[in-house]
């Protein structure tokens, strides 16, 4: 059992930048792909990013390509995401989520087993 646990969502300006966190549980935290998916009101979850359990591949949605990074860091359990030039789109429920499945195999949500309970973000135009 993953306990995942987003923080570091909030109200910012278009054109500004959010890092969010997510902090998990799991002592072996590097046997797992993360990935942050995101959820606007009226919307279906979509993917946002990946990454895979060592750290060294990332996969971006064409939307936030170019503006979106994600890392980890292993010593503290913890998978980030920077996001730049942020834009009223991008205003969302953001997800992190854990799978056992390798960096090729976690192409949807249903291939991650583990969630977190989501942390906000709005973007004002």
């Known amino acids: 059992q993953v306990q995942l646990v987003e923080s570091g969502g909030g109200l910012v300006q278009a054109g500004g930048s959010l890092r969010l966190s997510c902090a998990a549980s799991a002592r072996t935290f590097t046997i797992y792909t993360m990935g942050w998916f995101r959820q606007a009101p009226g919307k279906e979850r979509e993917f946002v990013s990946k990454?895979?359990?060592?750290?060294?591949?990332?996969y971006y949605a064409n939307s936030v390509k170019g503006r979106f990074t994600i890392s980890r860091d292993s010593a503290k359990n913890t998978v980030y995401l920077r996001m730049n030039s942020l834009k009223p789109e991008d205003t969302a429920i953001y997800y992190c989520?854990?799978?056992?499945?390798?960096?090729?195999?976690?192409?949807?949500?249903?291939?991650?087993?583990?969630w977190g309970q989501g942390t906000q973000v709005t973007v004002s135009s």
């Open positions: 989520a854990a799978s056992l499945r390798t960096f090729e195999l976690t192409t949807q949500g249903r291939d991650y087993t583990y």
């Open positions: 990454i895979s359990r060592s750290g060294g591949y990332t």
